[in-house]
């Protein structure tokens, strides 16, 4: 048994992975989670293990001939309303350890490209610029002309493919099982407007509010900047005595009361901000937070899938905090979805932590090539931590575990 504590937020975490060896190939991954603080919900579930391709990085120009064959794939990009979109798109592919560019679309939206031919993974505002050369990650072009990138299946692993235009956001297409001789066709790319969505970071009833109310919340947010608690509290209190229904002044005084660590109080006030203003996300984000750090993981995970479905663009956290919850709760397949969605995420908002997540899901549910690949992955990403420690930790089980298993599926029949 594997065994790994890591810091989510302010909660410390535990999580228990299992894999118990049947003498045949594949054998049987069973694992369980449980918390410092909280009891973990559901029994321990067994699941087949999957059979998953392992990255090897070392490819050299004695590779055999399937993995020297380049990968074309082919497509056509359209916006969500129908037609092609208004400037040429980017087409990229994203895997664990980074994300590259590999063609645009032409005026038309369609796009036709060779996965490694651009030869350079970059980065951009929104992406992290820390090297994670990892997925394809050997670019550099062969003799014949064509670059080690994307001509081996093992090395698509974990990759999706995506169109990129600023202000949109397209559905991926999953590259992990793509061969260089199947058909090229990855069918059509829907761009939909980032802007449309139900939830918003500022509520309407600020603006609506009567001027009084108005003149107390912003009162109060001055004195917040100065530090100035205990006037802020009195300005927002007086707010919200006025105009009951002022979402913003009843979110600003649920952080004023966590700040004071009365956490009841934050609580309070934060549903009262959603009960006069729905569609506004701030004060659910607090929500499943507070949730976390009192390991209510089935309050986390249900709070937390109410913010991806309100907004996930603006509150890219909340994947990751979905990922968690679940994986206390043992849920594994939504978990692994949430991890999956919080590993792309780059940037000023990535977090990660979430290919540590991802890497327990996958050694839970029996898929010990991809979370070793996962957990390699993620102790590629930045500087040291006591985190990387315990996934270090981890994977030196899995790997031994893989190895016993592999050794199993050699042994001749008795």
């Known amino acids: 048994m594997a065994r790994v504590v890591w810091f989510a937020g302010m909660a410390m975490l535990t999580a228990s992975v299992t894999i118990a060896q049947r003498g045949v190939p594949g054998g049987t991954g069973t694992g369980g989670g449980t918390s410092t603080g909280g009891t973990s919900g559901g029994n321990t579930s067994t699941m087949p293990a999957t059979s998953a391709p392992t990255t090897n990085n070392n490819t050299n120009s004695n590779s055999s001939p399937s993995q020297q064959r380049p990968i074309f794939l082919n497509g056509q990009v359209i ?21 590259y560019r590999e063609g645009y679309t032409d005026s038309k939206g369609y796009f036709n490209i060779q996965l490694g031919a651009q030869n350079s993974m970059f980065a951009d505002a929104s992406m992290d610029t820390a090297p994670m050369m990892t997925g394809i990650s050997t ?5 014949n002309g064509m670059s080690q990138s994307g001509s081996s299946m093992n090395n698509l692993f974990g990759c999706e493919l995506r169109a990129t ?22 069918g059509i790319l829907i761009l939909q407007r980032m802007m449309k969505v139900d939830g918003l970071t500022t509520s309407a009833t600020i603006a609506l509010a009567p001027k009084d109310a108005k003149k107390a919340y912003e009162k109060g947010l001055g004195f917040e900047k100065k530090l100035k608690p205990d006037e802020a509290q ?3 209190l007086h707010a919200v005595e006025i105009d009951p229904k002022h979402a913003g002044a009843w979110f600003e005084l649920g952080k004023i009361y966590e700040q004071r660590d009365h956490a009841n109080e934050a609580r309070d006030a934060y549903h009262k901000a959603i009960t006069a203003d729905g569609n506004f996300v701030n004060p659910y984000e607090r929500l499943f937070l507070l949730a976390v750090h009192d390991s209510q993981w ?23 905090y979905n990922a968690l919850a679940n994986i206390q709760l043992q849920k594994w397949d939504v978990a692994e979805k949430s991890a999956r969605e919080a590993a792309k995420i780059r940037g000023t908002k990535a977090m990660p932590k979430s290919l540590f997540l991802l890497g327990v899901v996958q050694a839970n549910k029996g898929d010990l090539p991809g979370s070793v690949q996962t957990l390699h992955d993620y102790l590629q990403t930045g500087p040291d931590s006591g985190d990387k420690a315990r996934a270090q930790k981890l994977l030196g089980q899995l790997e031994q575990d893989l ?9 001749p029949p008795q």
Do not use: H, W
């Open 139 to 143: 670019l550099n072009q062969q003799s």
């Open 165 to 186: 235009l600023t202000g949109f956001r397209s559905e991926s297409v999953s590259l992990s099982s793509r061969r260089a001789l199947d058909n090229g066709d990855v």
């Open 79 to 99: 916006m969500e309303e129908g037609g092609p979109p208004p400037d040429r798109v980017s087409i990229e592919r994203v895997c664990p350890g980074g994300t």
């Open 298 to 320: 089935a309050d986390a995970a249900d709070i937390s899938d109410k913010v991806l479905r309100l907004n996930p663009y603006d509150f890219p956290s909340a994947y990751y």
């Open 403 to 411: 190895a016993a298993r592999n050794q199993t599926a050699k042994a």
């Open 234 to 236: 009195a300005e927002f």
